[in-house]
């Protein structure tokens, strides 16, 4: 079990609570997030920077009988082996270092709920809650507009949104999962979360109150060390920035 953050106990949070404790979150009461709590979230979400201000993001927030429907759909549509229509560009397979890391957390979210490797059954179960979005009481569909579909600007702008709803989510006690699962059967959440065809469905997020007793909530993935992803360039071994780079600036 793992405790709640500072907001769930009644108390503000810093930014640095909020960047550092953030965790993804799996396991949900079936509690109904009142659409106030939605709305302050969203207050804080729409601050989040994008190229030259256009502001490519929509959100689709769904719950109760179409959130169910869509879970239903997209159930039922992978389990037929209808093939993904997810309507970004996915690539090939991981591999290397970004295939490693794929795997450990599969192996420390396996440990958590104590899936063993061979078990087939519970496997499925565990894919099967990625195409119901966890259970989670809302779902929110990003999209972005589809006349901007020849750019990689809008996607990246999309990222920098979820980043700032996912955190802003946890500020205010709630959890989240960024889940592309959930959308993995477009034709299902455009129906009925009623996405008209002008938009081009990006990502979906998970959210709701998180259960501190689901096993798997309590995993916090590994991250790279400042050493593996920053390159510091024209700083003196002090840490600052050389003289001559001073004077120029």
């Known amino acids: 079990m793992t405790d709640p953050p500072a ?32 709305e302050e979230i969203f207050a804080l979400t729409m601050r989040a920077p994008s190229s030259v201000n256009t502001q490519p993001w929509n959100f689709y927030v769904v719950s109760g009988p179409p959130l169910e429907a869509i879970r239903k759909g997209n159930v039922e549509r992978n389990l037929a082996g209808v093939p993904d229509s997810r309507e970004f560009r996915k690539g090939g397979e991981y591999a290397g270092v970004h295939r490693d890391r794929q795997v450990e957390i599969a192996k420390q979210l396996f440990a958590e709920m104590g899936i063993a490797r061979e078990d087939k059954n519970a496997r499925l179960d565990w894919v099967l809650r990625g195409f119901r979005q966890f259970d989670a009481p809302v779902s929110i569909v990003i999209t972005y507009d589809r006349s901007l579909i020849e750019s990689d600007i809008a996607p990246f702008d999309c990222g920098a949104v979820t980043n700032a709803l996912v955190n802003a989510a946890w500020s205010r006690g709630l959890g989240c999962c960024i889940n592309s699962q959930g959308i993995m059967q477009s034709p299902v959440v455009r129906e009925h979360a009623a996405i008209p065809d002008d938009q081009v469905i990006m990502i979906c997020i998970a959210l709701g109150f998180p259960d501190y007793a689901f096993p798997a909530n309590a995993v916090v993935s590994r991250r790279k060390s400042m050493a593996e992803a920053v390159t510091f360039v024209g700083f003196d071994e002090a840490g600052g920035a050389t003289r001559e780079q001073a004077v120029s600036d």
Not at 15 to 22: A, K, M, Q, S, T
Request: hydrophobic share 40%; proline share 6%; glycine share 10%.
């Open 7 to 38: 907001y769930a106990r009644g108390a503000c949070m810093t930014y640095d609570e909020v960047v550092l404790g953030r965790r993804s979150i799996r396991g949900f009461h079936d509690r109904p997030v009142p659409r106030a709590l939605l």
